[in-house]
């Protein structure tokens, strides 16, 4: 027998009611100075973009930390680096500035939420600042806070994330060349290879 399907918001607070003070007072349309030190010390968030006709796209974005830049109390920035060219969020981006991002330093169970208005820029200012291993990104992009917030550690804590006791083996995931294969074929190309290439991109495309 099918699920009931919840249509309207009022169906939703029944099951789960309003939402405490502390979870609406939480979010601010700035940078504070405590988040600040969370996105320098991120080396690794998430880019979550749209498309006018709602296409949604998130992108895992890692550097070393203080590879974010805050400018200002509302403006943050980033370098792009090497990646599979599809630009993807930079496409979204163009025609639907308005993103999200969400920022991880590892062991710690908080995460920074930002919600913004993006700009792709070239040959920013303070692109020099984003150089990593000798290289300096040609694209910064560059993020207009309109809200920022904390999740707490509810999501970390139960999925025990940051344990490495509860890590599966390796041995039991398929590999990079295995997903490639399973989810598209790739023209008959075997595991082995596809593992070879993105082994290979992986060591010589970094940035």
């Known amino acids: 027998m099918p699920g009931t399907r919840i249509t309207t918001e009022d169906e939703l607070r029944e099951i789960m009611g309003e ?4 979870a609406v ?17 991120s080396p690794f968030f998430l880019l979550a973009t749209a498309s006018p006709d709602g296409d949604c796209d998130v992108s895992p974005r890692g550097d070393p930390p203080g590879s974010v830049l805050v400018l200002d109390d509302h403006t943050l920035a ?19 500035p308005k993103v999200a991002l969400l920022f991880l330093v590892p062991g710690m169970n908080e995460t920074i939420r930002v919600n913004g208005t993006a700009t792709i820029l070239r040959d920013a200012p303070y692109a020099d600042q984003l150089t990593v291993k000798g290289h300096r990104p ?5 993020v207009r806070v309109d809200e920022l917030y904390m999740h707490c550690a509810k999501a970390f804590v139960r ?12 041995r039991e995931l398929p590999t990079g060349g295995q997903l490639l294969r399973s989810a598209s074929g790739t023209n008959g190309t075997s595991v082995a290879d596809l593992d070879r290439i993105l082994d290979e991109g992986t060591r010589t495309r970094q940035y």
């Open 138 to 142: 040609e694209i910064v992009i560059e």
């Open 159 to 170: 999925s025990s994330l940051w344990k490495a006791e509860s890590w599966p083996s390796r």
């Open 19 to 22: 939402p405490s003070g502390l």
């Open 78 to 96: 980033f370098g792009d680096r090497k990646g599979n060219r599809r630009l993807d969020s930079f496409q979204n981006i163009l025609t639907q």
């Open 25 to 41: 007072d939480k979010v601010t349309d700035h940078i504070d100075e405590e988040s600040a030190r969370v996105l320098r010390a």
